[in-house]
């Protein structure tokens, strides 16, 4: 018998070619006459943001920028912004960029109606131990990299001062657009890690607690749509099929994780990303296949099927096997498409185990549809590092 589980969307999302061009009468639709349009340098001289802001601006909507979003969403980032849009009474948010930007995005339309505190609080927010005082304004969120899903997913992943770490703000976007005209700036190297930070998405919900058939048919889905198109994205720019391939990627491996959900991969992304600055997806990239390698122990079937799915031939049924060659796989895919392994950055192996502590510490870590020992996260850097 399947299953049992309950599958839902967070939002709607316009998905297509164009569909940024519908963005002022989806915000008018909220109800909102003022926003706040949260980017960054990046994206701003990219193009992308003023396109946004143009097409708000042509339905009557005034617009705040704000593009001074930052790598990894500080907190104190978050504060800045939402001052700025409590004193120009903004009633909506507007986020184009990545995935730094976005959460930056969704993190504002929490803080600007509350206040700073939220921030201070954000454990309790996490564990539902205390609910928004003012609900948040509107928040529509506009990618312009294939890879985060946080249009389809109800966290704003912060780096909390307070707390040493990354940690998750709950906060639901109202709206996503997923455009990919808005992606074929990206370049070479983003457009990998943040393909490969999709592909762990997917991959990680097929064996998080929570997972549904429902969830992962969008999880396999997933990884076969960017198996078979990261690699001409990344090779030419100008791929526009490819493009929009792995837009419908991202967005169903982030309507697929926030049903199911991430586990050990994301818990120990956090604690490298955060202790050093390695960008998320490139350390998604190389946790994927020892985290591949351990879910294979509890979950073979789905390692044999997402190994397939990236090209291995799998004929064994032996656990062992399966992720192996599943572990394999992704990582030969990711070494193709130009991602660098943690030694090739300069990551020391003592430098990744000191991670532990913060990874294992990561509620994140016990999602995992399985047993996790203090052993299994240092056995899961170990292999991440020497793989």
Known sequence: MLKSGMYTQLAPVLFGSGTAGQAGEIVKSFGCSKVMLVSDEGVLEAGAAGKVRRVLERSGIEVVMWAEAETDCPEESVKRAAAVGRREKIDGVVGVGGGSVLDTAKAVSAVVPNDDQ?????????????????????????????GTGSESTFVAVVTSDKLDCKIGLPVPPSYGIVDSDLMKTVPPYITAFTGMDALSHASEALTEQKNTPHSDLLACEAIRLIKENLPAAVKDAADMEARDRLAFASSIAGISFNESGVHIGHSAAHALGHLYHIPHGVCCANLTPAVIRFAAKTYPQKMKRLGELMGAAITSDDPEVIGKEAADAVRSFARAVGIKSFKELGLTKEQMMAAKPMFYGDALCMAFGGEVTEQDAADILADAYEG
């Open 118 to 146: 939220v921030l201070d609080d954000i454990v309790l927010y996490l564990t539902g131990q205390k609910e928004y005082a003012n609900a948040p304004v509107p928040v529509i969120e506009i990618p312009t990299t294939a």
